[in-house]
């Protein structure tokens, strides 16, 4: 009983406390690639509006003009060409208004949702765009509720820009859209993924193996406690066979923190290589391949080389950008992923051969921050594990080394 407690216990809850921090730092890792994914739900959303603003421009007539009492005709009667959306039959109405001599003119149109359909199928992320708290526009499966609740519109009320929460599908999250339209309901996008693929770390093979190495030691420590009892009162086992069963429980413990470790570790450069691969075919289906402003919005550095020279790059430093522009390039159908190390830290890239020519590097930096802290409550986790079993070990050798009693003369 005393070994069981001393020992396998700690064991056994310092592995599981460490197995609920692998399960916090996933979820954290998972809502990091999620914001990843929100920045390019809102960016390409952006880009939509823009191109219908575009197109709607020219075809602008004064007979389009509603109320011209309502805010956003009183804007554009100032000067200003002025976008207001409205919802339509489960669709977004947009309207552009301007001023021209003197007299406002508008034109409207519904926007298409092809884009949404297009993020869906590259990213295996689901968009949705509401007005206010009602979902105008997504794809199929809708991607969260037909209305939001009150208490995630309020979170966003009080100047947050993306709330974590949960839809039928997971995970998601939910980010207020901060481009240029006049409306008084806000744009918000709930964005999230439409299977849950999100990337862990095996726990099957080292929970087998520290398994079998529990049930082994507790064999071999009832062994131990049998041939004590058989010894008769008094008889003390080896020491150094009892330190063995105490020791072996602990090293097992401490081989499999150290496996979680690791583990995470390649989660978290598997996470980084799919938000890169997931970004890198955003682009490429929306005809931004080689821009570097895209890069930038979805939270990648970029590099733009044609043979060798730097056409264009988010890097400053400019020893990081010959890095770069040394990368292999890729064949001419595929795209080629690794590492490479810039100002002393490792970046996973991925390199693609966009549309207009040259070769698109788009790269990321790992989470450290993540990793580091998963070690520390690691390391934590293990100290704690093993104090009891070394105080259990000390007694033993205090035990083994204490002079035999002296029986009373007669």
Wanted: glycine share 10%; no cysteine; hydrophobic share 45%.
């Amino acid at each position: 009983m005393t070994f069981l407690m001393a020992v396998l216990f700690p064991v056994l809850l310092g592995i599981a406390v460490s197995i609920l921090f692998l399960e916090q730092a996933q979820a954290g890792l998972q809502i990091h690639s999620d914001l990843r994914m929100s920045r390019a739900g809102s960016y390409f959303l952006a880009r939509e509006l823009e191109a219908a603003k575009d197109s709607l421009v020219p075809r602008a007539e004064e007979s389009s003009i509603p109320d011209p009492l309502t805010p956003a005709v009183q804007r554009a009667m100032s000067g200003d060409t002025v976008m207001a959306i409205a919802a339509e039959d489960d669709e977004l109405r947009i309207t552009v208004l301007l001023s021209d001599s003197g007299v406002v003119r508008g034109a409207a149109g519904l926007l298409p949702n092809d884009f949404v359909d297009a993020f869906q199928s590259v990213t295996n992320y689901g968009l949705s765009v509401y007005l206010g708290s009602t979902r105008v526009l997504s794809g199929e499966p809708p991607m969260g509720p037909s209305a939001l609740a009150d208490e995630v519109l309020a979170e966003l009320g009080q100047g947050v820009e993306s709330v974590a929460t949960s839809v039928q599908s997971g995970p998601a999250i939910v980010t207020r859209f901060g481009g240029a339209v006049d409306t008084g309901d806000g744009l918000v996008l709930v964005v999230g993924q439409t299977e849950s693929r999100g990337v862990h770390t095996s726990l099957a093979p080292p929970l087998t193996v520290l398994a079998m190495i529990l049930l082994l030691s507790l064999a071999a420590a009832w062994s131990v406690q049998r041939q004590a009892s058989e010894g008769g009162a008094g008889h003390q086992p080896p020491l150094m066979q009892s330190v063995l069963v105490a020791f072996i429980p602990v090293l097992a413990g401490v081989a499999l923190l150290a496996s979680l470790d690791q583990g995470f570790r390649n989660t978290v450069g598997q996470a980084v290589r799919g938000d890169l691969a997931r970004a890198s075919a955003l682009l490429r289906v929306s005809g931004e391949g080689a821009s570097m402003e895209a890069a930038r919005t979805l939270g990648f550095d970029a590099e733009l080389i044609d043979r060798g020279v730097v056409l264009a790059s988010t890097i400053e430093d400019p020893e990081s950008r010959d890095r770069v522009a040394a990368i292999r390039p890729p064949p001419p159908t595929f795209s080629t992923t690794g590492t490479v190390e810039l100002a002393g830290v490792d970046h996973s890239y991925m390199a693609t051969r966009p549309r207009g020519g040259g070769v698109m590097v788009l790269l990321a930096r790992e989470p450290e921050a993540q990793a580091v802290e998963f070690r520390f409550r690691l390391i934590s986790s293990g100290v704690l594990m093993a104090i009891p079993p070394l105080l259990y070990l000390g007694l033993l050798v205090f035990a083994a080394n204490k002079p035999p009693a002296t029986p009373p003369s007669t």
